[in-house]
């Protein structure tokens, strides 16, 4: 299926992968089908589940009912957790410092947004395969969330 409007009315198979149950952009694909086509939501096999999981550094999870139009019931899938705010590779060390220091002093933010935000002191500095800038490194270390 292509990115153009007249592509996301031709298909027969959608297959998503990790972050497709985000408010990315580049996701909103499967809001608007899940709105226009009655889709039908398969479940994978558990062993498929697992090496995935195993594999792309996700962990074990559930599509809950009703997060899209055909979602009937709470599906087993893989989940990736975690928001990862950007900036070039370059930017101070200080600058990255203070922002994951504001982002950290001010977790009671996140929740009045118009998407509930979480912030997990354990898993903060995991962007997965983002890398993680030096001075939020720091940060996370002084702080005892990173060892």
């Not at 074990?60 to 899209?68: D, F, V």
Request: proline residues 7%; aromatic residues 12%; contains cysteine.
């Amino acid at each position: 299926m292509g990115n153009s409007p007249e592509d996301r009315e031709k298909f027969d198979v959608v297959i998503g992968g990790a972050g497709v149950m985000t408010t990315a952009p580049e996701w909103s694909i499967w809001t608007e089908i899940s709105q226009k086509f009655d889709l039908v939501f398969i479940q994978l096999p558990d062993d498929l589940l697992d090496e995935l999981a195993q594999e792309g550094g996700q962990e074990r999870g559930t599509i809950p009912p009703g997060l899209y139009r055909g979602v009937v019931r709470p599906i087993p899938t893989v989940v990736r957790t975690g928001t990862v705010i950007y900036c070039r590779d370059d930017a101070p060390d200080d600058f990255a410092y203070i922002v994951a220091q504001a982002m950290d002093e001010q977790q009671q933010l996140l929740q009045w947004s118009h998407l509930n935000f979480s912030y997990n002191i354990h898993t903060v500095w995991n962007a997965y395969e983002v890398p993680l800038h030096p001075g939020a490194a720091r940060y996370y270390k002084e702080k005892g969330y990173m060892k």
